[in-house]
């Protein structure tokens, strides 16, 4: 289909949606469902169930009058749905509720790994056992829509079970795989691999970008391997290269962001265009302990606007199981310095199936079965918890959270919970302005569904 869609088209679809023939079919089709609202005999939850249930009847009703709809005006569905996005987005639907729903916020996870449940395996080596078969493809899209994740930036990786690649050092055919399945939900940030040199590596970026890849990561073990580490000259080359291909760059300093601070400002020197992102809060917990220099470390780079950071991998820099609110005031500390915009959450899936704190100075996750793994919609919703957390175990304590219930209270001192527009960028669009939009002035809008 190659018709033009133009205003008139959504103009019609006003008039298709709230005319009296459609309100007057949906008034019938739901005057059974109402009705059982009214029988007594149903209890609260059997109340719930069925307002489920109408809920879910009622949207299928509307994507199949949306769909004969846009047939009927010989459009694509997809371009169709873009442009409206975009037409409700600069203001100009007519509809209030429509626009609104348009404009709700995007939840984006920001960093995940995924890895096959074992045919892609290097020999003698596999992930660990209770974490094997929960970060396939599927499992995790599955998992992602019972979440409400609108989409997803998977973050290759070098763990011991990934196969090798004489050209791009490290097998990445597995991540390829899903964004050739998931084309719209997924982005993906390769991994640099240093061990190539410096003319190969650049060349193994270019073709990471030709495969879809929208990023690369520079993992500090593996530039450990090489002379100079990060920042030398490998680094640099790196570093520019994935500048000039408009890929952002992410940076894992396992041992902590203080000690990696002169690589990556040499990086920065490198290249004038290159965004970097520091993973995981900057690894601030060291040894089970908070290393104040990495927090600090983090504020000085909130200078350089080409800068993000993960509010990501609670687990790595909690002292504290889910939803983690210990989080709040490192968090905060860096919304003041950053601003909501260069700052992104991600969940590190799976390894934050752990739920638990990880053990000092692990990298991975420890043995045993799935069995004490929590879900990942609790993983998801961490952030939004924090308010409802500290309010109820205050409440348990027959006290106030804070001087205001939307603050959390630490011995510091009063921490404001997340405000709207803050979670708006957190939760999803600044992983929009990185990975999906060229402008990380555009305003955030949700990818199509997996």
């Not at 970060?135 to 994740?149: F, N, S």
């Not at 404001?416 to 999906?436: I, K, Q």
């Amino acid at each position: 289909m190659s018709h033009t869609i133009e205003s008139v088209h959504f103009q019609r679809l006003e008039e298709f949606f709230f005319g009296e023939e459609f309100i007057e079919s949906f008034e019938k089709w739901a005057q059974p469902h109402v009705a059982l609202f009214d029988d007594e005999a149903l209890t609260g939850g059997e109340q719930k169930l069925e307002f489920m249930q109408v809920y879910t009847a009622f949207i299928e009703l509307y994507e199949s009058k949306l769909d004969a709809f846009v047939k009927e005006q010989g459009l694509d569905m997809g371009a169709f749905m873009e442009a409206a996005k975009a037409e409700l987005l600069k203001g100009q639907g007519s509809d209030d509720c429509m626009s609104n729903l348009a404009a709700r916020p995007a939840r984006i996870d920001g960093h995940l790994h995924l890895w096959s449940d074992g045919a892609d395996w290097a020999e003698g080596a596999s992930p660990p056992a209770a974490l094997q078969s929960v970060a396939t493809i599927d499992r995790y899209v599955a998992d992602a829509k019972a979440a409400g994740i609108d989409g997803a930036v998977i973050v290759h990786h070098h763990f011991p079970w990934t196969r090798a690649d004489a050209a791009l050092g490290i097998d990445h055919e597995y991540v390829r795989a899903a964004l050739e399945r998931h084309p719209a939900f997924f982005r993906a940030m390769g991994v640099a691999d240093p061990r190539l040199g410096a003319t190969a590596g650049c060349a193994a970026l270019v073709r990471l970008k030709e495969l879809g890849f929208s990023g690369v990561r520079f993992s500090g073990p593996l530039f450990a391997q090489v002379e100079g580490g990060l920042g030398g000259s490998i680094g640099r080359a790196l570093f520019a290269r994935a500048g000039e291909l408009c890929m952002p760059v992410g940076v894992m300093a396992f041992g902590g962001v203080a000690a990696a601070l002169p690589a990556i400002r040499a990086l920065l020197d490198a290249s004038t265009e290159t965004r970097l992102i520091v993973d995981h809060f900057g690894f601030f917990r060291q040894q089970g302990e908070v290393q104040r220099e990495a927090i600090d470390a983090l504020l000085q780079l909130a200078s350089c606007p080409r800068v993000f950071v993960k509010a990501s991998a609670f687990m790595r820099v909690s002292a504290s199981a889910y939803p983690a609110v210990d989080l709040a005031p490192v968090l905060r500390e860096l919304l003041d310095a950053y601003g909501a915009e260069r700052l992104l959450w991600g969940s590190d899936f799976p390894y934050a199936l752990l739920g638990q704190p990880m053990p000092p100075g692990a990298s991975s996750a420890p043995s045993g079965d799935r069995a004490g793994l929590v879900p990942y919609h609790a993983v998801a919703s961490a952030l939004v918890d924090w308010g409802e957390t500290e309010t109820a175990s205050a409440n348990a304590n027959g006290g106030a959270a804070s001087a205001r219930e939307s603050d959390l209270n630490f011995a510091g001192g009063v921490i404001p919970r997340l405000s709207d527009d803050e979670l708006r960028w957190l939760l999803g669009g600044t992983a929009l302005s990185l990975f999906w939009q060229s402008s990380a002035s555009q305003a955030p809008a949700r990818p199509k569904a997996a």
